[in-house]
């Protein structure tokens, strides 16, 4: 059975950083190829936070996070993560990292087959 598993969230201040970690078992995120961020607040829908290739250099972001969120991916470990930086109160939310097959750094949610949990970020005021 094939799962991802996001870890790192947690409490933190406005403009402290948090790094969030997904990684799979049963099956690589290399034979997925593309990786992906996403988080939901309460009351909202679920929202595209960032995605990264896993065959090439390509990364994607949401306009809005850009230059305060960073997704990356270590092969070797078999791990992605999301480097957010300069936390705001509206950051809070729970994350989910999800997977897909194809080249498509797609935003939305329904392209997305494999899902995490999630992992609570809270950012106080």
């Known amino acids: 059975q094939v799962q991802l598993v996001e870890s790192g969230g947690g409490l933190v201040q406005t403009g402290g950083s948090l790094r969030l970690s997904c990684t799979t078992s049963?099956?690589?995120?290399?034979?997925?190829?593309?990786g992906a961020w996403f988080r939901q607040a309460p009351g909202k829908e679920r929202e595209f936070v960032a995605a990264?290739?896993?065959?090439?250099?390509?990364?994607r972001y949401t306009d809005s996070l850009k230059g305060r969120f960073t997704i990356s991916r270590d092969n070797a470990k078999n791990t992605m993560y999301l480097q957010m930086n300069s936390l705001k109160p509206e950051d809070t939310a729970v994350y989910y990292c999800?997977?897909?097959?194809?080249?498509?750094?797609?935003?939305?949610?329904?392209?997305?087959?494999?899902w995490g949990q999630g992992t609570q970020v809270t950012v106080s005021s």
């Open positions: 990264i290739s896993w065959s090439d250099t390509r990364t």
């Open positions: 049963g099956r690589t995120f290399a034979s997925y190829n593309i």
């Open positions: 999800a997977a897909k097959q194809g080249v498509i750094l797609s935003p939305e949610v329904r392209a997305y087959d494999s």
